[in-house]
């Protein structure tokens, strides 16, 4: 038996648009055994370190707080060593409404690290992650992984169960243990359905039948359908609509046997009832944010919604999620095949056939009767072929829905995406614009500049500098003329003069065109550099090609 502890240090991300993880949350897993880092504190801070030329982003999730959940793993030695167990480590981006979206995922065996050598091993991680969504390049978890040997005894001893810590002592929590899930139809079998709902009558609403009906056969049920819808759903009222549908056609051929239930996803009890009300919901509700919701949520890992799940002896055996009201489309002979193929049920209707026909098998026989039967079993024969070819021609027209949908899907993501790169392209518009305007407010100021002819030639004077259609104006402080003017498309270069020519501030620095080197001097070092900055980001930019000579005519003393 060992203590495994799991800290997070940080995720780093490499992602194919501008998408910003919110939100973040680790799962660490194995069956049902779950952690999520959002039940230990907050979740970590996104900081973006740099974007490529191929428009990848990247950058860094860090924990601001301490994130280390533990849990109690019980590891099989046998002769060759341990026996692997694997254990997952998702990362999660959770919407406001609690809706999880896998970004990336990675299992990793505790056998490689674990050692009874030791009594506690540290190992730092960089574990890669395998992306789950197409705008993920890359993920990598970095945490320190603490193994810590506890003690070895027999498998079958009662305190050699491994059990697993829901929250941190460290955050005054209580520690919530539960049995290791490697056998999950033993657990399984210990959580009852019908016995919670049963328990738990005040959290039901029963607005198309008696309470009294709703409970009276619920024990006895062999499926029990639950709905997961709320308000917030764009496609609520089509759902509820189906479900209406739906449950009208159960009610039909299944009346003891089949139970649906709504499970309302909803923030409060008045959004469940103006459901009920708007929609004439038919089938029990169970209201939202009660004690036996929270129960079911939890129990079945419900994280999104809409969402439909058919339990068999409270066990999953089927499942649909998204397109919940598909089920609308189904008819009353659909319905019949769809429940007995999940409960191994029969309707009404069916089970009477059955009981004919296993009384006539016991009658005494005549030829007559011979006959009548014969006729009777092949009359029975081509409706078994016929419901064999409907339920083939539902699959085919199924699989048709699902590959339109597919496509539409698709359609969907392409026009998602070119709208992202659209915005993306926009945004880089706007930070241009947003540098160029920076580089020409650094390009207007006072600096002195040498020289080149008449009666005081080389001599240093001082002109203000400002920049006006790609061209770099100076002008006579004295006079306001403007005494020439730079062209920025025609600069060739611009750097700092050299050591042995530097003045005492190191400041001084010269632009060439062609024709003409100027130079200037600016107030100190860090004047200059910004000034060099800013010419070459607008040099950069120029797309102009213009032919001047670089200089203006008439210049008296520059």
């Known amino acids: 038996k060992f203590r495994v502890c799991s800290s997070y240090k940080s995720i780093d991300f490499?992602?194919?648009?501008?998408?910003?993880?919110?939100?973040?949350?680790?799962?660490?897993?194995r069956h049902k055994r779950i952690a999520d880092s959002l039940k230990y504190g907050d979740p970590p801070i996104w900081n973006k370190s740099g974007e490529g030329d191929n428009g990848y982003i990247a950058g860094r999730c860090n924990f601001k707080n301490q994130i280390d959940p533990e849990m109690q793993v019980t590891l099989h030695k046998g002769k060759k060593g341990f026996q692997t167990k694997v254990y997952r480590y998702s990362i999660e981006s959770v919407s406001e409404n609690g809706n999880a979206v896998t970004l990336a995922n990675?299992?990793?065996?505790?056998?490689?690290?674990?050692?009874?050598?030791?009594?506690?091993?540290?190992?730092?991680?960089?574990?890669?992650?395998?992306?789950?969504?197409?705008?993920?390049?890359?993920?990598?978890?970095?945490?320190?992984?603490?193994?810590?040997?506890?003690?070895?005894?027999?498998?079958?001893?009662?305190?050699?169960?491994?059990?697993?810590?829901?929250?941190?002592?460290?955050?005054?929590?209580?520690?919530?243990?539960?049995?290791?899930?490697?056998?999950?139809?033993?657990?399984?079998?210990?959580?009852?359905?019908?016995?919670?709902?049963?328990?738990?009558?005040?959290?039901?609403?029963?607005?198309?039948?008696?309470?009294?009906?709703?409970f009276k056969f619920l024990t006895g049920c062999k499926l029990?359908?639950?709905?997961?819808?709320?308000?917030?759903?764009?496609?609520?009222?089509?759902?509820?609509?189906?479900?209406?549908?739906?449950?009208?056609?159960?009610?039909?051929?299944?009346?003891?046997?089949?139970?649906?239930?709504?499970?309302?996803?909803?923030?409060?009890?008045?959004?469940?009832?103006?459901?009920?009300?708007?929609?004439?919901?038919?089938?029990?509700?169970?209201?939202p944010q009660c004690h036996l919701s929270s129960v079911i949520t939890q129990h079945y890992e419900i994280t999104k919604a809409p969402y439909m799940l058919v339990l068999s002896d409270s066990r999953v055996v089927s499942e649909i999620s998204g397109d919940v009201e598909i089920i609308s489309t189904l008819e009353g002979k659909e319905v019949t095949r769809m429940i007995e193929k999940w409960g191994n049920i029969m309707s009404r209707s069916e089970s009477n056939v059955s009981i004919v026909s296993l009384s006539m098998l016991h009658a005494p026989v005549s030829s007559s009767k011979v006959k009548d039967r014969t006729v009777?079993?092949?009359?029975?024969?081509?409706?078994?072929?016929?419901?064999?070819?409907?339920?083939?021609?539902?699959?085919?027209?199924?699989n048709t829905e699902l590959e339109d949908e597919v496509t539409k899907l698709n359609d969907k993501l392409v026009r998602q995406t070119s709208l992202i790169d659209q915005q993306f392209k926009k945004e880089r518009k706007l930070t241009q614009e947003s540098k160029l305007l920076e580089a020409e407010r650094d390009i207007r100021g006072t600096l002195m500049k040498r020289g080149v002819r008449g009666a005081t030639g080389r001599l240093w004077r001082s002109r203000f500098f400002q920049y006006e259609d790609q061209k770099i104006l100076y002008i006579d402080p004295k006079t306001n003329q403007t005494r020439g003017f730079i062209s920025v498309p025609e600069i060739i270069s611009i750097s700092s003069f050299p050591n042995p020519q530097q003045d005492k501030n190191n400041a001084s620095f010269s632009i060439t065109v062609p024709g003409r080197t100027y130079e200037v001097q600016a107030r100190d070092h860090i004047h200059m550099q910004t000034w060099i900055a800013a010419v070459r980001y607008l040099m950069e930019q120029s797309t102009q090609q213009v032919s001047i000579r670089g200089i203006i005519g008439g210049e008296k003393d520059d």
């Open 106 to 214: 990675a299992d990793i065996d505790l056998t490689v690290y674990a050692d009874i050598k030791d009594d506690t091993q540290y190992h730092y991680l960089a574990v890669e992650m395998k992306p789950k969504q197409k705008f993920v390049i890359s993920a990598t978890l970095n945490l320190k992984l603490t193994l810590e040997f506890i003690k070895t005894a027999n498998s079958k001893d009662a305190d050699m169960v491994s059990t697993f810590s829901k929250d941190s002592d460290s955050m005054g929590r209580s520690m919530n243990s539960i049995c290791d899930i490697d056998n999950e139809m033993t657990i399984e079998s210990k959580f009852s359905l019908a016995h919670q709902i049963q328990q738990n009558r005040d959290d039901v609403i029963s607005p198309g039948a008696s309470s009294t009906d709703v």
């Open 224 to 287: 029990i359908i639950l709905v997961f819808d709320g308000r917030w759903i764009e496609k609520s009222l089509k759902i509820v609509q189906a479900l209406n549908h739906f449950y009208s056609q159960v009610r039909m051929h299944f009346v003891t046997s089949v139970e649906v239930f709504y499970v309302s996803m909803d923030k409060d009890e008045n959004a469940l009832l103006e459901t009920i009300e708007r929609s004439s919901l038919k089938c029990p509700a169970i209201k």
């Open 376 to 398: 009777e079993m092949l009359k029975e024969k081509e409706a078994v072929i016929h419901n064999l070819e409907s339920e083939k021609l539902f699959l085919s027209n199924s």
């Open 14 to 29: 490499e992602f194919q648009n501008s998408f910003a993880p919110e939100n973040v949350n680790v799962k660490w897993s």
